[in-house]
């Protein structure tokens, strides 16, 4: 079965930067459109980027578009999420998932639309 380790979070200043990644294991990571989603505390988890399968289409909400950079490396089987100008409101735990899907330029922003999932990793941000 296709499973996702995620990394890189960690405790950073507000304005500074992060870079998570997700390996993702097996010999069909081409075949899933992937995200990017956070739960923050008392809060359900919600999209924070998304990229299709062809690494072609991303999708960003307004609250960290510009701020944040969802990518994959196919040939590596992981997706990546640059995080730059950080703010205290990103603490959260970050999830990485994949959706498998037969379209390679589509982009999924519903949380249950997705198949698997990393086991989060934390991200904080002081100010």
């Known amino acids: 079965q296709v499973q996702l380790v995620d990394s890189g979070g960690g405790l950073v200043q507000a304005g500074g930067s992060l870079r998570l990644s997700c390996v993702v294991s097996?010999?069909?990571?081409?075949?899933?459109?992937m995200g990017w989603f956070r739960r923050a505390p008392g809060q359900e988890r919600v999209v924070v980027a998304s990229?299709?399968?062809?690494?072609?289409?991303?999708y960003y909400p307004d609250s960290v578009k510009g701020r944040f950079t969802i990518s994959r490396d196919n040939a590596k089987n992981t997706v990546y999420l640059q995080m730059n100008s950080l703010e205290p409101g990103d603490t959260a735990v970050y999830y990485c998932a994949g959706k498998l899907t037969a379209y390679v330029s589509g982009i999924y922003v519903n949380s249950y639309a997705y198949d698997v999932w990393g086991q989060g990793t934390q991200v904080t941000v002081s100010s």
């Open positions: 990229i299709s399968r062809n690494g072609e289409n991303t």
């Open positions: 097996g010999r069909t990571f081409s075949s899933y459109a």
